[in-house]
Structures are given as C-alpha cells and as structure tokens.
C-alpha cells in the first residue's frame, strides 16, 4: 500500500480507479481492507481512496497522551486542498455517507 507522509504522520491507504472521488473510512474495529469488495465494485467508475486511521496499517499510531475525537482522525488532511495529494482538480466535491 503506499503511504503518504505530511506533517510527521504517515498515512497509508489503497487508490484505484479513476474519475470522481470516493473517499472510504473504516470503522474503528478494522482497516481500510473492510471496503476491498466495494473498491473493486467501484473502481471502474470512480477513484476509490480507502484510508487507515490512526493506528492502522502503516498509520502513524495516536500520540499516547491525545485524547482522540473523530475530527482528530481528519487532522492530517491538507488545509489547502488543491495541493493535496488526494485531490486532482482543487473543485471536489466532497459527500459524506454513513453506514
């Protein structure tokens, strides 16, 4: 899997596809491997992202003494998201889903 590294953090996470974004974030008792079959079923059509959280994988593991919340888990994301390395035009638009 690669890993991005920003900040300090390192962040490892699985792309394929290409077209719009679809961004997959686990639940807190797996990985990003909890969304292989709905990657490959989305593939084709979209650029599928699929994280680890803190901890995780290659994940860079929660500081110790950090009380973690789930804004937290985003704080990694690139303030400037044209410059990101996940995003390709700087206009996505982002909608969240739940399940």
């Known amino acids: 899997m690669p890993v991005l590294s920003k900040g300090g953090w390192n962040i490892d996470y699985v792309e394929a596809g290409t077209g719009s974004t679809v961004i997959l974030i686990h639940s807190s008792v797996s990985g990003n491997q909890q969304w292989r079959s709905l990657g490959e079923a989305l593939k084709d059509r979209y650029r599928v992202l699929a994280v680890n959280l803190f901890g995780y994988g290659d994940t860079t593991p929660w ?3 950090a009380v973690q919340t789930h804004e937290s888990n985003f704080s990694y ?8 390395r996940f995003a390709r035009s700087g206009k996505e638009h982002i909608k969240i889903r739940g399940v």
Do not use: A, F, V
């Not at 994301?77 to 990101?84: A, I, L, Q």
């Open 63 to 65: 500081p110790e003494n």
């Open 77 to 84: 994301s690139d303030p400037k998201p044209s410059e990101s």
